[in-house]
């Protein structure tokens, strides 16, 4: 099968990622973050099970992979858990960068355990993509007093999130393998739907938002990444788990990008450094 339609499927992975996790900032600052995870993958989950119905007839339903399927969303859900702590403790910059370097993990485990192989402009073009995100969200003054490894920090925090999410991504080809992209999407979100409204019920918050704005933003931004959750399955399933993710795990040059034109954010010279490298490996990625 062509690679080209491997690189199709994690672009438009990508730019659903980007898009979704740049519109979810705005009730992120709004709302309690255990409310925006649960109603983000509540509206995920009726969106990619609606999505089901129309792919019964191509979908294998095996019990063993769906428990297999439970089990990598409880692993999701730690990381969005850890995140949002070490954001809450941590300097956005810092954290950001930390908890997206999880691609490195992603691409290693799947090269010693899928036994995946790279040519050399592949592993040059993973390379500056990896680069690019870690420099498209860091502020370098954000390391002064930072406290680094201490809890306040929050950079433990930014480092669990970085390597579960690493170790997610690369084991959902499993289940994807015999389930179907869009069976596995579907499972991921009500797992993590389902524990992050057992938090939500434990905290004693409640569940509901007041502001229909907030609602809207919350069910754009599942819209987004309900493609980008189908779709990186979809390349997984045909593809090579390390290349797929890291043209997904370049989203962040999307989502920085909308801040830009969207939110008229003021980008940095490292901003501008980080989208060129992203770029240019996507394009040696795509060509070679």
């Known amino acids: 099968m062509n690679i080209s339609l491997g ?13 979704g996790n740049a519109i979810i900032q705005v009730p992120a600052r709004a709302v309690e973050n255990r409310k925006v995870i649960f109603f983000r993958t509540l509206f995920s989950t009726l969106m990619i099970f609606i999505t089901l119905i129309f792919f019964l007839p191509e979908t294998t339903f095996s019990l063993t992979y769906i428990l297999i399927a439970f089990v990598i969303s409880f692993i999701g859900y730690i990381p969005l858990f850890t995140f949002y702590k070490a954001l809450k403790s941590g300097k956005v910059g810092i954290i950001t960068t930390i908890s997206s370097s999880s691609v490195i993990f992603t691409v290693l485990f799947s090269i010693i355990f899928f036994k995946e192989s790279l040519t050399l402009p592949q592993v040059f073009s993973i390379v500056l993509i990896i680069l690019g995100i870690m420099l498209i969200s860091i502020d370098f003054k954000d390391f002064k007093n930072s406290s680094l490894f201490s809890l306040s920090s929050g950079v433990p925090f930014a480092l669990i999130t970085c390597l579960l999410w690493g170790i997610m991504y690369f084991l959902m080809k499993i289940p994807v393998s015999v389930l179907g992209p869009i069976l596995t999407s579907l499972i991921i979100e009500s797992g993590i739907m389902i524990l992050s409204g057992i938090n939500l019920a434990i905290s004693k918050t409640g ?66 450094l980080a989208i060129s490298l992203m770029i240019i490996g996507i394009i040696v990625i795509s060509y070679f």
């Not at 690189?7 to 898009?19: Q, T, V, Y």
């Not at 189908?230 to 593809?239: P, R, T």
């Not at 797929?244 to 940095?268: D, H, M, N, Q, W």
């Open 207 to 272: 569940f509901k938002i007041h502001k229909r704005k907030i609602l809207f933003y919350i069910f754009l931004s599942s819209l987004f990444v309900s493609i980008g959750s189908i779709f990186f399955n979809l390349g997984i399933k045909l593809f090579d788990v390390s290349i797929v993710a890291a043209l997904t795990f370049s989203s962040p040059l999307i989502s920085t990008l909308y801040g830009k034109f969207v939110y008229k954010e003021r980008l940095r010279t490292s901003q501008y």
């Open 7 to 19: 690189i199709i499927l994690g672009l438009i992975a990508m730019f659903g990622f980007g898009i």
